[in-house]
């Protein structure tokens, strides 16, 4: 993971931020390329 669980967020926007690797692109939920760097 990138860390970004860390930070102080809902759970709920937690995933987002997942998801979009906090770049606002909708991607695979557990992307390896945004999990990575986003």
Known sequence: MGGRE???VPDSQ???F???GGTG?????LDPLE???G
């Open 14 to 16: 937690k995933d987002v």
């Open 18 to 20: 997942f998801t979009t």
């Open 6 to 8: 860390d930070q102080s």
């Open 25 to 29: 692109r909708r991607l695979a939920p």
């Open 35 to 37: 999990n990575s760097g």
